[in-house]
């Protein structure tokens, strides 16, 4: 079992929760110790948006919250009500991760008014200084560094989808294996899809960091394009090409073109990287392609209906060549703006 970095921030958070709090001499630290664990977050852009959305509704909660004991009084039904209306404002506002803490805002101040509006807005500062302590930790503590995270879980990706991809004609894999590897691949592209969001999330300050950030964020969506490409080819070869007769007959064909694309896609991300000489010449040759096009209609021409399934198979290939170069050519151009950059700093 591996300890990430989030979790070990929620126990910092929550232990400097807890310490500020009998630093204030508040009378229990819990409230403080419940919001930082509300307030981490995978990145210091979404833990700031937590933070300002918390701060916002938490603050509508709280007052909720007053004038509800005022009107109602402390009473189980006057509670429930509140929570109501407070969960369907947050929805309204579309700050439905908010809904928790604010919650617990409310019942604490609720909890806390028939000692006096003092003893509320306690409640409310312990929820603050929870808040605060998280996103102090968040921010100095392993700071989240998702363009890194991005890369390693892209060369995971990559080296999962590669390992099925060549072995996907020749079905020399055990089955058991296969679906475990193939199941690994899909949660590594679901957390890169995660990063990817939080890309999107992201709000430089300068200009000239915006527009890098534009050009990686055009980038990354090219990267995960071709590993979810390359995955559809994998599911069309499971469904199509094992069903048919004759398959034997392609096998060198499309196995010998499986393993040209996905030389092709190690080699666009060592480029990226800079392992890669200059001028390095990386791009299939596209005159295979059309000739393994020009055999495959001859060949259905045959027997049409019988030899349909090849035609999937291989506009599957032709996909993935397709998303490859251009992941290539927004790869040359980002490499080229970066290198103009430099020369310009």
């Known amino acids: 079992m591996t300890i990430g970095a989030r979790v070990l921030k929620t126990g910092f958070a929550v232990a400097l929760a807890v310490y500020l709090s009998s630093l204030l001499a508040f009378p229990s630290p819990i409230i403080a110790a419940v919001a930082s664990i509300f307030t981490i977050q995978p ?56 809904i928790g803490l604010t919650l617990v805002t409310v019942v604490a101040v609720m909890e806390a008014n028939t000692a006096g509006w003092w003893f509320a807005v306690e409640r409310f500062l312990m929820v603050l200084t929870g808040m605060g302590a ?35 004609i020749s079905n020399e894999m055990r089955e058991d294996v296969h679906r475990e590897e193939k199941e690994k691949l899909q949660g590594t592209l679901r957390k890169l899809d995660e990063v990817y969001r939080l890309f999107e999330e992201e709000r430089p300050f300068l200009r000239g960091r915006k527009q890098a950030n534009a050009r990686q964020l055009i ?46 896609h190690e080699h666009i991300l060592l480029k990226l990287e800079g392992k890669m000489k200059p001028n390095a010449a990386i791009e299939p040759e596209e005159e295979r ?33 397709f998303h490859l170069r251009r992941l290539d050519r ?15 700093g």
Not at 52 to 57: K, M
Not at 293 to 314: E, G, T, W
């Open 43 to 98: 990145s210091i852009s979404r833990s700031w948006q937590q933070v300002v959305d918390q701060l916002q509704t938490n603050v509508l909660g709280a007052a909720v919250a007053l004038a509800a004991v005022r009107l109602f009084g402390q009473t189980p039904i006057a509670l429930g009500i509140v929570c109501i209306i407070v969960i369907l404002i947050n929805i309204r506002l579309r700050m439905e991760s908010t």
């Open 289 to 321: 392609e059309s000739r393994l096009i020009r055999q495959l209609s001859d060949y259905l021409q045959q027997d049409p209906d019988n030899h349909k399934r090849l035609v999937f198979v291989a506009s599957a290939m032709l996909e993935y060549a």
């Open 330 to 344: 927004v790869t040359d151009q980002v490499l080229h703006r970066r290198e103009t950059e430099a020369e310009a």
């Open 219 to 264: 980038l990354s969506r090219h990267m995960i394009k071709a590993l979810h490409q390359g995955v559809s080819l994998l599911d069309v070869v499971e469904e199509h090409y094992f069903a048919m007769a004759d398959a034997e007959t392609w096998a060198n064909r499309f196995d010998s073109q499986i393993e040209e694309l996905a030389k092709y």
């Open 134 to 168: 998280a996103f102090a930790v968040n921010l100095l503590v392993y700071p989240p560094r998702p363009r890194k995270q991005f890369v390693g879980q892209v060369h995971e990706a990559y080296g999962q989808l590669s390992l099925l991809l060549r072995m996907a």
